[in-house]
């Protein structure tokens, strides 16, 4: 993957094509049969680089065990490495990859390096749990699971995709939250070794979300994963449009994302290898699963647009919407509110980048979750802070609908840490002085306290 990457910036290709595919079928070998036909239709067009395996839900939870009655809800559903390997010789020569395991995650991710010989692999840390109904694991062994895998993954010196800030986003969070998330997540894949990290960034998520404020936040995350980069880590850059975009009026879908790659590029407007990977949303993704003829034109729609604009941005036809005031602006808020919230994690939580750690996090209402639907009594403290949507982001609000800073929310944080057993007490903490530069304790009932 990382010299194909090379080798495109070198000769000044377009971005590596990514999409996920996977056709439905009542009959389990029907379907992995149908699925193989996709994969050769691909790989003899040569349009996409790299497969994604939508892989079946029963692959993800129950692989290589009876299956007899329960139900398949979609995907390709992949029971045994021989069929892994069967998908590995119909794709070539595109790359491929698929969905983590939601238990025995370790070993699920041994054996997708063995079987596929998976070009990246993809964590979820907190997600993909009981935290949504995705998985068996309780929110803590997922993320044990997880730092275990890798570290695996580490020792195959391959890349790794953190699948998190858009889980967030779905169930609510704010710009910030989902920001430091992925920061998090790039951290602690480098503490575990990791060298290469594909930073997904979801663009239209919530599907309310201006665009304006799309650039900045994947701006502002980009940036800061950024800072962790040097000889031992790099960092590769993988946009896409949102699940809950796209329209089901096929003609608008297909404007929806000639749109949405414009906003890719504009993420890092003035390095022209950027992005490295654009992860294609299927245009037809509202409405149907796409075949091979609709993801082979979404890629081509993909390309045209990123030709296009950036053809007419250099021909002055087009306005540089990426260095535009507002974005630069909204850019720096973003920065400045996020290496708030990170300062504090790492002065108040110990062993911040660990499964407790992150644990701790998510349970003291770091993550805003007001959209949870399982684990809210665990997670009280995400799940009772207000968001609201200003200015076409998201931002965590006092109950009178007044934004509220990250300096503010940071005693209630922090009071919830001490009162779960996840940091020592405030009062007698020697970084808590600066925990008062906000609000104090005056609006701690407003960002998720337990009563």
């Given at each position: 993957m990382l010299d194909r990457v090379h080798h495109g910036i070198e000769q000044h290709l377009p971005p590596l094509m990514r999409a996920h595919v996977g056709p439905y079928a009542e009959d389990r070998e029907q379907a992995v049969a149908l699925f193989l036909d996709w994969t050769k239709q691909l790989a003899k067009t040569r349009m996409l680089d790299i497969l994604s395996?939508?892989?079946?839900?029963?692959?993800?939870?129950?692989?290589?065990?009876?299956?007899?009655?329960?139900?398949?809800?979609?995907g390709v559903p992949i029971n045994n490495p021989a069929e892994y390997r069967e998908v590995w010789e119909a794709a070539r020569p595109m790359l491929v990859r698929t969905y983590a395991g939601?238990?025995?995650?370790?070993?699920?991710?041994?054996?997708?390096?063995?079987?596929l010989d998976i070009c990246w692999h993809a964590?979820?840390?907190w997600w993909f749990s009981l935290l949504d109904g995705r998985g068996e694991n309780t929110v803590l062994q997922n993320l044990e699971e997880h730092f275990e895998a890798l570290r695996?993954?580490?020792?195959?010196?391959?890349?790794?995709e953190p699948n998190v800030p858009h889980q967030f986003a779905f169930r609510g969070c704010d710009d910030v939250g989902y920001i430091v998330s992925g920061y998090v997540a790039a951290k602690a894949a480098k503490a575990q070794g990791i060298r290469t990290l594909i930073l997904q960034i979801m663009l239209n998520t919530p599907k309310y979300t201006w665009g304006?404020?799309?650039?900045?936040k994947a701006r502002a995350l980009r940036t800061l994963v950024g800072e962790l980069e040097g000889p031992d880590f790099a960092v590769i850059l993988q946009p896409r449009g949102g699940l809950d975009y796209f329209s089901s009026d096929l003609e608008k879908a297909r404007a929806q994302l000639a749109a949405v790659t414009m906003l890719m590029d504009d993420i890092e407007p003035d390095n022209p290898a950027s992005p490295q990977i654009i992860h294609v949303v299927s245009y037809s993704e509202g409405v149907r699963l796409a075949d091979p003829e609709v993801v082979e034109e979404s890629v081509q729609i993909t390309r045209y647009a990123l030709k296009e604009y950036r053809r007419l941005k250099k021909k002055g036809d087009m306005p540089e919407y990426g260095k535009s005031a507002m974005v630069e602006a909204r850019t720096r808020s973003l920065l400045k509110e996020a290496k708030n919230m990170i300062k504090f994690i790492e002065a108040t939580i110990p062993n911040t980048y660990s499964p407790r750690?992150?644990?701790?996090?998510?349970?003291?209402?770091?993550?805003?979750?007001?959209?949870l639907i399982a684990c809210k009594d665990e997670f009280e403290a995400a799940v009772n802070q207000p968001v609201q949507f200003l200015h076409g982001g998201v931002h965590v609000v006092d109950r009178e609908g007044k934004p509220l800073s990250v300096s503010q929310r940071l005693f209630g944080i922090a009071r919830n840490l001490e009162d779960i057993g996840f940091a020592p007490s405030i009062t007698h903490s020697a970084d808590s002085s600066w925990l008062a530069s906000g609000s104090g304790g005056g609006q701690k009932e407003q960002y998720g306290e337990k009563h």
């Amino acid at each position: 993957m990382l010299d194909r990457v090379h080798h495109g910036i070198e000769q000044h290709l377009p971005p590596l094509m990514r999409a996920h595919v996977g056709p439905y079928a009542e009959d389990r070998e029907q379907a992995v049969a149908l699925f193989l036909d996709w994969t050769k239709q691909l790989a003899k067009t040569r349009m996409l680089d790299i497969l994604s395996i939508g892989s079946s839900q029963l692959t993800q939870s129950h692989f290589g065990e009876d299956w007899t009655g329960l139900s398949n809800g979609g995907g390709v559903p992949i029971n045994n490495p021989a069929e892994y390997r069967e998908v590995w010789e119909a794709a070539r020569p595109m790359l491929v990859r698929t969905y983590a395991g939601t238990k025995h995650v370790p070993e699920m991710a041994k054996m997708h390096e063995e079987a596929l010989d998976i070009c990246w692999h993809a964590l979820s840390f907190w997600w993909f749990s009981l935290l949504d109904g995705r998985g068996e694991n309780t929110v803590l062994q997922n993320l044990e699971e997880h730092f275990e895998a890798l570290r695996y993954i580490a020792s195959t010196d391959k890349a790794m995709e953190p699948n998190v800030p858009h889980q967030f986003a779905f169930r609510g969070c704010d710009d910030v939250g989902y920001i430091v998330s992925g920061y998090v997540a790039a951290k602690a894949a480098k503490a575990q070794g990791i060298r290469t990290l594909i930073l997904q960034i979801m663009l239209n998520t919530p599907k309310y979300t201006w665009g304006i404020q799309d650039i900045a936040k994947a701006r502002a995350l980009r940036t800061l994963v950024g800072e962790l980069e040097g000889p031992d880590f790099a960092v590769i850059l993988q946009p896409r449009g949102g699940l809950d975009y796209f329209s089901s009026d096929l003609e608008k879908a297909r404007a929806q994302l000639a749109a949405v790659t414009m906003l890719m590029d504009d993420i890092e407007p003035d390095n022209p290898a950027s992005p490295q990977i654009i992860h294609v949303v299927s245009y037809s993704e509202g409405v149907r699963l796409a075949d091979p003829e609709v993801v082979e034109e979404s890629v081509q729609i993909t390309r045209y647009a990123l030709k296009e604009y950036r053809r007419l941005k250099k021909k002055g036809d087009m306005p540089e919407y990426g260095k535009s005031a507002m974005v630069e602006a909204r850019t720096r808020s973003l920065l400045k509110e996020a290496k708030n919230m990170i300062k504090f994690i790492e002065a108040t939580i110990p062993n911040t980048y660990s499964p407790r750690g992150f644990y701790s996090m998510l349970r003291s209402g770091v993550f805003p979750l007001p959209w949870l639907i399982a684990c809210k009594d665990e997670f009280e403290a995400a799940v009772n802070q207000p968001v609201q949507f200003l200015h076409g982001g998201v931002h965590v609000v006092d109950r009178e609908g007044k934004p509220l800073s990250v300096s503010q929310r940071l005693f209630g944080i922090a009071r919830n840490l001490e009162d779960i057993g996840f940091a020592p007490s405030i009062t007698h903490s020697a970084d808590s002085s600066w925990l008062a530069s906000g609000s104090g304790g005056g609006q701690k009932e407003q960002y998720g306290e337990k009563h």
